[in-house]
């Protein structure tokens, strides 16, 4: 649970803005009953209701944008009927509000959110016997603060969302070759598994291990072998969907996920890469670089460890067979 909240930033903000909102609301709510204001405390119940649910949501399915954005509008919401039922006396809890938005939700939806919250809320002081701004001077102070805090909000969850994707990128690509890294393998591999598991997807697995790699950085040096795996992975991302994936496995192996494809297919696949790598890519001296390649559907995957097990068994067995060649996994344990 905590290490999820941990890789999960907006998971951990809808689950802490939640928190948050509940315990904050729930007193107000039982306090409004209590008092007879029942609209209000409808809506702080609602609202405890919808941040409950949106929450559970994330948790249980995986996406947070859903959650966050229904949980954003019933806030939104509810602060205009309660702007509207109590007047300028709740007029500072829009404040944190706006500041929680933009957790919840992208920052351009969240801008737009608050920006049809404000309109409302200016437009309640233009009907009849409205309590909301005593006078036009405090009308004029919500609209300029409100948006004031608005653009600044936007500004900072704009660019700490850009700061995030970059981070998220630089820890998610390979800097020498622009493969995918290992540690966004194994969410991806398990996403297929489920996939298989819940709608028979049928995805396949390729592990690709160049030949005598050693060598290479040995007899040419490491800037040789370097300029090899660089050229590797554009041929590799030629040869394959925009819905694959290319990941860096190791120093010169490369895990390969194909998605909805069966067994034959994969083995015609990794046999045209086994012969684009050879006939395509060359060593400095001219020769020929070789790959072996072992290959395993999701079928019988337990797990996203077994699955790669298998692959890895079949790819032992290339290379012992004599490399560069493509052994499946399913004859590999024969």
Not at 239 to 253: A, K, L, P, T
Request: neutral net charge; charged residues 15%; proline residues 2%.
């Amino acid at each position: 649970m905590l290490q999820r909240l941990k890789h999960d930033f907006h998971l951990l903000m809808i689950t802490l803005v939640g928190l948050i909102a509940s315990c904050t609301l729930l007193p107000y709510a039982l306090y409004r009953i209590a008092t007879a204001s029942y609209l209000v405390g409808i809506v702080d119940l609602l609202m405890i209701a919808v941040s409950t649910a949106s929450v559970w949501m994330a948790w249980r399915t995986g996406d947070t944008e859903k959650p966050g954005f229904l949980m954003a509008s019933v806030f939104c919401f509810g602060a205009v009927l309660v702007c509207m039922k109590l007047g300028q006396d709740v007029l500072f809890w829009i404040y944190p509000l706006m500041v929680f938005i933009f957790f919840l939700v992208a920052p351009i939806k969240a801008l737009l959110l608050l920006l049809l919250m404000v309109c409302a809320i200016v437009s309640l002081h233009f009907s009849e016997h409205s309590t909301i701004f005593s006078t036009n001077f405090q009308l004029l102070a919500f609209i300029t603060t409100t948006l004031v805090t608005s653009i600044f909000a936007y500004i900072f969850a704009y660019r700490t969302h850009l700061q995030r994707q970059e981070l998220r990128r630089l820890a998610t690509t390979d800097p020498l070759t622009g493969a995918a890294t290992r540690h966004s393998l194994t969410d991806e591999l398990s996403s297929a598994i489920e996939q298989y598991q819940h709608k028979a997807v049928v995805s396949g697995l390729m592990l690709l291990d160049l030949d005598h790699f050693k060598r290479i950085n040995d007899n040419f040096g490491h800037h040789a072998g370097d300029q090899i795996l660089s050229q590797l992975v554009p041929l590799l991302k030629q040869m394959i969907r925009q819905q694959d994936s290319v990941f860096r496995y190791g120093g010169e192996e490369f895990v390969l996920l194909i998605k909805d494809i069966q067994l034959a297919d994969l083995h015609r696949l990794a046999e045209k890469i086994r012969h684009a790598v050879w006939h395509q890519l060359a060593l400095p001296d001219g020769s020929a670089l070789t790959t072996s390649i072992g290959i395993a559907t999701v079928q019988h995957a337990h797990d996203w460890e077994s699955w790669l097990q298998s692959a890895d068994v079949a790819l032992y067995q290339a290379k012992h067979n004599g490399r560069n060649q493509v052994v499946i996994a399913a004859t590999a344990a024969q």
